[in-house]
């Protein structure tokens, strides 16, 4: 199963943040899933990808021409696109299941861009927010979402299309649910 790992490539991220998400990172790789991130080297998601490939997993990471990302990367295969969104649609496409850690907003843009296709496509794809304590966390994108719903501008059911885990091990339950209808899914 390819896991989308959706996070900051920022540098100004606190040490909390780092090692809490770092520590997900690791009860991840030892699931035994592929990875599918953004090219990027910095930040928590330079952190994250370190954790996997010292795991030895298949790494894809998608990266921008323009921003010669993928010259750096340690990815067992690179795919090079021209455009934000071609990058977040390329990332849609590869992963089996999407998380999104702590992150900015790039981030953000990912997940609503992400959300959109997946109630576009009539998707069963899972996204998971990891919403820890985090000053990185995504109430606000929670609260958002929540006030376009009583203004009438999004669906007063949009909290089908995604979870919200609050803690690593609601993380690793949803995607242990996930496993076994993506296990039976292949085998019919």
């Not at 390819?2 to 997900?24: A, D, F, H, P, Q």
Request: with cysteine.
């Amino acid at each position: 199963m390819n896991i989308g790992i959706m996070c900051s490539s920022s540098n100004e991220l606190n040490i909390g943040t780092i090692y809490n998400n770092v520590n997900i990172a690791t009860s991840l790789a030892s699931r035994g899933y592929d990875f599918v991130m953004g090219a990027s080297e910095n930040g928590l998601m330079g952190n994250v990808k370190d954790v996997f490939k010292e795991e030895g997993h298949l790494l894809t990471a998608v990266g921008l021409k323009s921003k010669n990302e993928l010259d750096e990367s340690q990815a067992d295969i690179k795919i090079e696109v021209d455009t934000p969104g071609e990058r977040t649609a390329k990332l849609y496409e590869m992963s089996d299941a999407i998380i999104f850690l702590s992150g900015g907003i790039g981030t953000a843009s990912e997940f609503y861009t992400m959300l959109t296709t997946k109630i576009e496509l009539n998707d069963q794809k899972p996204l998971i927010i990891y919403n820890g304590d985090d000053e990185c966390n995504y109430d606000y994108i929670l609260k958002d979402l929540e006030a376009k719903s009583k203004a009438g501008s999004v669906s007063k059911h949009y909290k089908v299309y995604f979870d919200v885990a609050r803690n690593e091990e609601e993380l690793l339950g949803l995607l242990d649910k996930y496993e076994q209808k993506y296990e039976k899914g292949k085998s019919l």
